[in-house]
Nanobody, 120 residues
Framework: QVMLVESGGGLVQAGGSLRLSCAAS????????VGWYRQAPGMQRELVAT???????????SYQDSVKGRFTISRDKDLNTLYLQMNNLKVEDTAVYYC??????????WGQGAQVTVSS
């Protein structure tokens, strides 16, 4: 089992910045990829960014087009923590953000979610 606990959400004006954190514990050695999803009201959950964690491929990141150049995903291996630095936030970035982890094809582990609200 892997436990994920997010922190760092909040309210910010458009153009501002926030950093989300996700602390992982448990059987984290089995995890290949970690990422951030978000779900806006009335919308489906969507993938925002991912980063690999493997010994040989670790650190490879990918982003949804709408956040490229504004969001940065990173991880601190020593602290077992995943981050999402969000800059130049837009109103349309408002959502509940979830960190997730997988050791196979599907994301098996999820955090509880962190609300990010961007005001105009």
């Amino acid at each position: 089992q892997v436990m994920l606990v997010e922190s760092g959400g909040g309210l910010v004006q458009a153009g501002g910045s926030l950093r989300l954190s996700c602390a992982a514990s448990g059987s984290i050695a089995s995890i290949d990829v970690v990422g951030w999803y978000r779900q806006a009201p009335g919308m489906q959950r969507e993938l925002v960014a991912t980063i690999t964690t493997g010994i040989t491929t670790g650190g490879t990141s990918s982003y949804q087009d709408s956040v490229k150049g504004r969001f940065t995903i990173s991880r601190d291996k020593d602290l077992n923590t995943l981050y999402l630095q969000m800059n130049n936030l837009k109103v349309e970035d408002t959502a509940v953000y979830y960190c997730a982890a997988r050791s196979g094809v599907e994301y098996d582990y999820w955090g509880q979610g962190a609300q990010v609200t961007v005001s105009s």
